[in-house]
C-alpha cells in the first residue's frame, strides 16, 4: 500500500501565517502537523508516499526533504491550483498505479493513528473505505449515510437536512477503482474535481463503499481555534524529559518536557509544556497547555494555552493567554494598552500591557 498525502492548499482561513508559511508545517506540540500526518502513516507500515504541493513546495520540500527522518520515500507531486481532492488523484495515477493506497489530508491529525481502519481495510478490501467520525453539525461536512449492512449508501456534501451524523474525515483508502472513478466526474459547482462524487460514483456503479468509525480525536487544524485545541491534546500526551537547563530557582509541575539546549531560569512551569531546542525561559510563569518553538525567548511574563512558534519573543507581558505567535514575532509590554489575546503573524512586533 502507498500513502498520498495533500499538501497544496492556501489555507486562507488560517491567515495571516498562511501568507508566508504552508498551514501544514504551523506547528502543535512544537511539531508541523505534516510531520504528525507522515508518522501516522508511517505507523502504518506504509514507505512510499506522493506529497502533492501547491505553491509552498518549496518550503514544504525543505521541511520534508525526501523523507527519510520519517523512514519514508516521498516523491514530490506538483498541483498548480487547488482543483480537488478527486483532482489530486488524477495528478498521482502515475505514481499510485495499481496499488492501494491511503490518501491523507495534510492538516488532519489523528491522535491515535489510523493503523485500526487500515486493519479493517485490509481485511474487508472495499473499493473505498472512509474514516468517519461522529459530529454535532453535520450540515458543516461531507456525510456518509450507511446502510443496515455497513456499507455506505450515499456520501452528501454539507447536506441541508442530514441523514446522518457520521462526517467524512481527511483520511480515506482506496483500491485502484477510484482511478476510473475520478476521470468519470464533472467538477462541480465550485470548479474542483470532489472526492466525494468518485465515491458516489462508485456506489452507483455497485463498487462497495465502507466506514470506519474513528472515536479517538480528530482534529482538521484549518482555525486558529482548532490549532489551540489540537496542541492541548497533544501536550496531553507527552511524557516528562529534561534535557536542557533548568535551574535550582525554577518549579515544574505536571508533565514538563525541556529540550535540548534550552534554558529555564528563576521560573514556573505548569504543565503540560514544552519547551523547545534552543529556547530561554526566565523569571516567567509558563504553562499549562504552551508549546514554545525553537529559540524562542519567553521573559518576565506569564503564558498560557498558548503556541509561540521559532524565534518569538515575549518580553513583560502578563497573561498572555489563547494565543497564536508567528516565527520572529515578538510581543512587549507597554502600559498605556490593554488586551485580552493575540494572533501574530510571522516577522510582527506587537506592544501590549504590562
Known amino acids: 500500500m502507498k500513502a498520498l498525502v495533500l499538501s497544496g492548499g492556501a489555507g486562507t482561513r488560517l491567515r495571516p501565517f498562511t501568507y508566508t508559511t504552508p498551514k501544514q508545517l504551523v506547528p502543535v506540540a512544537n511539531k508541523p502537523v505534516l510531520s504528525h500526518v507522515l508518522e501516522n502513516i ?5 514507505r512510499e508516499v506522493g506529497l502533492v504541493v501547491g505553491d509552498r513546495a518549496a518550503q514544504i520540500e525543505q521541511a520534508i526533504r525526501d523523507g527519510s527522518e520519517f523512514g519514508l520515500r516521498v516523491t514530490y507531486i506538483p498541483q498548480q491550483a487547488p482543483l480537488g481532492l478527486a483532482h489530486a488523484v488524477l495528478l498521482a495515477a502515475d505514481f499510485l498505479r495499481d496499488d492501494d493506497f491511503v490518501m491523507y489530508l495534510g492538516d488532519n491529525v489523528f491522535a491515535e493513528g489510523l493503523r485500526a481502519a487500515a486493519a479493517s481495510f485490509h481485511q474487508r478490501r472495499p473499493d ?35 441523514r446522518s451524523d457520521l462526517a467524512v474525515t481527511g483520511a480515506y483508502f482506496f483500491t485502484p477503482a477510484i482511478h476510473q472513478a475520478v476521470r468519470m466526474i464533472e467538477p462541480s459547482r465550485r470548479g474542483e474535481l470532489e472526492i466525494t462524487d ?17 472515536d479517538g480525536y480528530w482534529k482538521d487544524t484549518g482555525q486558529v481555534e482548532d490549532l489551540l485545541e489540537c496542541n492541548r491534546v497533544l501536550l496531553d ?6 534535557d536542557g537547563q533548568v535551574d535550582d530557582a525554577t518549579r515544574t509541575h505536571g508533565c514538563v518536557v525541556v529540550q535540548e539546549g534550552a534554558r529555564v531560569t528563576n521560573s514556573h512551569l505548569i504543565g503540560p509544556v514544552i519547551v523547545g531546542a534552543g529556547a530561554t525561559v526566565h523569571n516567567s510563569r509558563v504553562g499549562p497547555y504552551v508549546a514554545i518553538g525553537r529559540e524562542c525567548f519567553i521573559g518576565d511574563s506569564t503564558v498560557q494555552d498558548s503556541i509561540t512558534l521559532d524565534g518569538a519573543a515575549v ?7 489563547h494565543s497564536l505567535i508567528g516565527r520572529r514575532a515578538e510581543v512587549r509590554a507597554d502600559r498605556r494598552t490593554a488586551h485580552r489575546r493575540l494572533i501574530l503573524g510571522d516577522d510582527t512586533q506587537a506592544e501590549v500591557p504590562a
Open 42 to 46: 508511517r505507523d502504518l507500515g506504509v
Open 198 to 214: 468518485a465515491i458516489q460514483h462508485l456506489i452507483a456503479t455497485g463498487h462497495p463503499v465502507t466506514v470506519d468509525r474513528y
Open 315 to 321: 518580553r513583560g507581558v502578563h497573561q498572555l493567554r
Open 237 to 242: 500526551r507527552l511524557s516528562p524529559a529534561v
Open 128 to 162: 473505498a473505505h472512509l474514516v468517519v467520525a461522529k459530529v454535532s453539525d453535520p450540515t458543516s461536512y461531507g456525510v456518509a449515510e450507511v446502510g443496515p449492512d455497513g456499507t455506505v449508501q450515499a456520501v452528501v456534501e454539507k447536506p441541508a437536512q442530514p
